[in-house]
């Protein structure tokens, strides 16, 4: 079965400390993997897109990793910030059609305080 | 900033009302999707097209259906509301990859309706 899981469920940290969520997905075949921000009350918005030979993608403070031989993905914060507050969803797509299935993981709900 | 749209944002309706909830996406995506997301978990995939008269159900079994008439306009429709469609539904947009590419493209999300039925 097709299966995202993430942890952890819920984080608290402080401003400006770093912090590392983790991503398993049993997903296969597979295509690629998206890390999304959501914003409490708002769509999810897309922070790094991995495919199978990518191991490390950036933006800005947001660091993704992929082992696809693990079927691990974790991401990365940096330098915390208040508006980094959010659930993150880690997005696995299957590459068993030209349509590309998407597959949710539960997402970590972060906050970081002041 | 994703160009798709959902109205209404907020929805307070009693049961057995007809609703509609609207979606439009101005980037000329094929493939559009509906979700249901309930606080705390993950979206659920309820409907989904693959262009201009396509729509197929998703993983989760839903009351609701939709049309897609216009490739920018994927309404869904509750026709008779109760309690348990309270949740908040998310549509989505993303082009068909191109044949041969690993990397299926990414999906705009609108920003949520937010649906309560008393």
């Known amino acids: 079965k097709n299966q995202v899981e993430q942890s952890p469920q819920s984080l608290i940290i402080l401003e400006g400390k770093n912090c590392t969520l983790q991503?398993?997905?049993?997903?296969?075949?597979?295509?690629?993997l998206r890390w999304y921000k959501q914003d409490t009350g708002r769509g999810p918005v897309s922070l790094t897109i991995?495919?199978?030979?990518?191991n490390t993608k950036s933006n800005g403070r947001y660091t993704a990793t992929l082992d696809a031989d693990t079927k691990q993905s974790s991401l990365h914060i940096t330098a915390s910030q208040l508006s980094d507050s959010a659930s993150y969803i880690c997005?696995?797509?299957?590459?068993?059609?030209?349509?590309?299935?998407?597959?949710f993981g539960r997402g970590t709900q972060l906050t970081v305080w002041p | 900033e994703a160009d798709i749209y959902q109205t209404p944002r907020y929805l307070v309706i009693g049961t057995g009302k007809k609703i509609t909830l609207e979606c439009s996406q101005t980037?000329?995506?094929?493939?559009m999707y509906w979700y249901q997301q309930d606080p705390g978990m993950e979206l659920h995939l309820i409907h989904y097209?693959?262009?201009?008269?396509?729509?197929e159900k998703g993983d989760l079994s839903s009351e609701s259906t939709v049309s897609r008439i216009r490739t920018e306009h994927f309404p869904l429709t509750l026709e008779s509301a109760r309690p348990s469609h309270t949740s908040q539904y998310l549509c989505?947009?993303?082009?068909?990859?191109?044949?041969?590419?690993?990397?299926?493209?990414?999906?705009?999300f609108g920003q949520g309706t937010r649906l309560t039925v008393v």
């Open positions: 980037m000329g995506h094929d493939k």
């Open positions: 097209s693959y262009g201009v008269n396509s729509t």
């Open positions: 991503c398993n997905y049993t997903v296969s075949p597979f295509s690629n």
């Open positions: 989505a947009s993303s082009k068909i990859k191109d044949r041969g590419s690993e990397v299926a493209t990414e999906a705009f």
């Open positions: 997005v696995v797509t299957d590459r068993g059609s030209t349509l590309g299935r998407l597959y």
């Open positions: 991995m495919t199978f030979s990518e």
